[in-house]
């Protein structure tokens, strides 16, 4: 158990439909990153907050924002699905300094728009 | 932008052989190395990490990597596989740390009796 929970584990929904992924981060972390797995695209990382602020974009669709709230955990709402957006999406915390600070993934939500 | 190669998709071997899975990356600047195992229906570990100094890195359950400017490479080994060891492991780079990780596409690594 990585300390990082997701949910829901598991999501299927339609075109056109928006959702919110969920993420609480270890203990103490204060970065939260986003990424998505996908056939098509492999690993891609897509955002980083760090204690409620966005540090970083990467390949993220106009059609998805994420958040991170007070207590730190943070969200991923994905609207106006498409095919294209089944995929699983991790979500990771860090913490820690310089070469102290390591990463830990949650277990992934598997989304799949039919 | 940096990007990562990994040119074995899959790589078969018996239990306590050894095995390298190669990662070659791609950068104009000082980037960060990572590698990264997925066992199956689980989210990504790290395994080991490359930021500075000693070259040669190693992960507590026995796999190290070497930094290799030269030839800009970052290979994963380890002298005797378990079949525990069956896994998806990616090789990641970055200029930032964890921030704005370019994963490669993975190796698939099969460790049969």
């Known amino acids: 158990d990585s300390g990082v929970t997701q949910t829901p584990k598991h999501l299927i929904t339609a075109t056109g439909q928006r959702v919110t992924l969920r993420c609480s981060p270890r203990?103490?972390?204060?970065?939260v990153y986003w990424y998505q797995q996908s056939l098509d695209q492999g690993l891609q990382f897509l955002i980083h907050y760090y204690n409620g602020e966005e540090r970083a974009k990467g390949n993220i669709l106009e059609r998805f924002s994420a958040q991170q709230f007070p207590d730190l955990h943070s969200e991923l709402n994905l609207s106006s699905l498409e095919l294209g957006d089944s995929a699983l999406y991790f979500c990771a915390s860090s913490g820690g300094q310089g070469w102290q600070e390591t990463q830990y993934f949650g277990p992934g939500t598997r989304l799949l728009v039919l | 932008a940096q990007s990562v190669t990994q040119l074995d998709s899959q790589v078969p071997v018996f239990e306590e052989a050894p095995v390298e899975l190669r990662c070659n990356y791609s950068?104009?600047?000082?980037?960060?190395l990572f590698w990264y195992v997925q066992y199956p229906n689980q989210g990504l570990q790290l395994l080991l990490k490359?930021?500075?100094?000693?070259?040669l890195v190693k992960s507590i359950n026995g796999f190290e990597a070497e930094f290799n400017k030269s030839q800009t490479s970052f290979h994963l080994r380890k002298p005797s596989v378990h079949i525990s060891d069956t896994a998806e492991y990616f090789c990641?780079?970055?200029?930032?740390?964890?921030?704005?990780?370019?994963f490669g596409t993975g190796t698939r690594l099969l460790v049969s009796p």
């Open positions: 490359y930021l500075s100094g000693s070259t």
């Open positions: 203990s103490g972390d204060l970065s």
């Open positions: 950068s104009s600047v000082s980037v960060y």
């Open positions: 990641a780079v970055s200029r930032t740390g964890f921030q704005k990780l370019v």
